[in-house]
């Protein structure tokens, strides 16, 4: 029995049985299982031959990347040609794209690298199309956006968002706050700060087993799933921000418009009519994260027209020096920051500082 076997026997299983109290620690074996499966089935085994397919194999430049995932004829195509500029052959057939096309948007200062990928199809996750070669890209991605036809979204939403967890890449979700380290002996010491609704220590134990984990601490620190805990287990799951674009609202009335517009996470647009992309370039903007740093030479005015872009999670001037070159840090005294991060304007740091976006900094060498 091959390995798709042996998934689609444990997904039918777990559909057959009732989800209750009774169940969860069975479900918990199962689940732990499949993900298992799923993982033989992302990575090859050693000594697999073949390569990724061509095409796949981008170079990851700018400041950021950003995925177009989508069903085939949805229009990826056509948004990269107008946001970028670059030649994406387009068509009125299905599968025109067969390999990954890159684009690069100019938008803030910031370089932002746009990957028009092949259409996916149901089923990719288990290797059906180019699928597998095109959700791998994916988890390289800073920000992934979901290209949707208005016309039936919700369908292919759903099957896109089922491929891409498949292949452990969660949309719009935070790591869940679970600690879990191995340790030689001593067992499974299972602890919490919250009280949880959906673990206890006979599933938690029966989900490490599957691992042939038998001494680890697990604190939750959340009302964390068994879901959650299998993804912290197998630690290799992307955590990745997304926006649903849904193209061609020329093609539907104005009253579902307003309906679609309502939903988190959503971006109407009309690719071939050039309708609401600036609003799409923000939003891109917002999720992507980034901040612009200005750099001031001594005695000079800032130099405003190539700011040093970089993720606004946390960015301090230790990460602001090493973003210019490695060997800045050595050298570095303080530096003068004016800005909204800064108190009073300038402010001298130290390396910690946080920055703030549009922030200007001046570095006093030794």
């Given at each position: 029995m091959n390995i798709l076997q042996k998934i689609k026997e444990i997904e039918e299983e777990m559909d057959r049985t009732q989800k209750n109290k009774a169940t969860s620690y069975h479900l918990g074996i199962l689940k732990a299982k499949l993900a298992k499966l799923r993982r033989e089935l992302i990575t090859p085994s050693k000594g697999a031959g073949g390569g990724t397919g061509e095409g796949f194999d981008v170079t990851k430049t700018g400041d950021a990347r950003v995925g177009l995932i989508g069903f085939p004829s949805v229009g990826k195509s056509t948004l990269l040609n107008k946001l970028t500029g670059t030649f994406s052959e387009v068509a009125s057939y299905e599968f025109t794209t067969l390999t990954c096309v890159p684009g690069v948007i100019y938008y803030k200062g910031a370089k932002i690298q746009l990957l028009d990928l092949p259409g996916i199809i149901e089923g990719a996750k288990d290797g059906k199309g180019r699928g597998k070669q095109v959700i791998a890209v994916g988890r390289t991605c800073s920000l992934i956006l979901i290209v949707l036809d208005a016309i039936k979204p919700v369908t292919h939403k759903l099957i896109i968002e089922k491929e891409?967890?498949?292949?452990?890449?969660?949309?719009?979700?935070?790591?869940?706050?679970?600690?879990?380290?191995?340790?030689?002996?001593?067992?499974?010491?299972?602890?919490?700060?919250?009280?949880?609704?959906?673990?206890?220590?006979?599933?938690?134990?029966?989900?490490?087993?599957?691992?042939?984990?038998?001494?680890?601490d697990?604190?939750?620190?959340?009302?964390?799933?068994?879901?959650?805990?299998?993804?912290?287990?197998?630690?290799?799951?992307?955590?990745?921000?997304?926006?649903?674009?849904?193209?061609?609202?020329?093609?539907?009335?104005?009253?579902?418009?307003?309906?679609?517009?309502?939903?988190?996470?959503?971006?109407?647009?009309?690719?071939?009519?050039?309708?609401?992309?600036d609003e799409l370039l923000e939003r891109m903007w917002e999720y992507l994260n980034l901040i612009r740093i200005y750099t001031k030479p001594k005695g000079q005015i800032p130099d405003y027209k190539s700011p040093i872009v970089m993720r606004g999670t946390n960015a301090t001037l230790e990460d602001f020096c090493n973003r210019i070159h490695k060997g800045i840090l050595k050298q570095f005294k303080y530096a003068m920051v004016w800005g909204a991060s800064a108190k009073h304007n300038p402010q001298r740091c130290g390396k910690e500082h946080a920055l703030a976006d549009e922030d200007i900094v001046q570095i006093i060498k030794r």
């Open positions: 891409l967890e498949g292949f452990g890449i969660r949309l719009n979700k935070q790591p869940p706050n679970i600690y879990f380290k191995k340790k030689d002996k001593g067992g499974i010491n299972f602890t919490h700060t919250v009280q949880p609704t959906n673990l206890d220590l006979d599933t938690v134990k029966a989900v490490l087993g599957e691992y042939k984990i038998h001494n680890a697990v604190c939750l620190r959340c009302d964390a799933t068994v879901d959650e805990l299998i993804d912290v287990v197998e630690g290799n799951r992307a955590y990745i921000p997304c926006l649903y674009v849904l193209n061609k609202i020329d093609q539907i009335s104005m009253e579902e418009v307003e309906v679609l517009d309502r939903l988190p996470h959503n971006v109407l647009i009309s690719a071939h009519l050039l309708w609401n992309l």
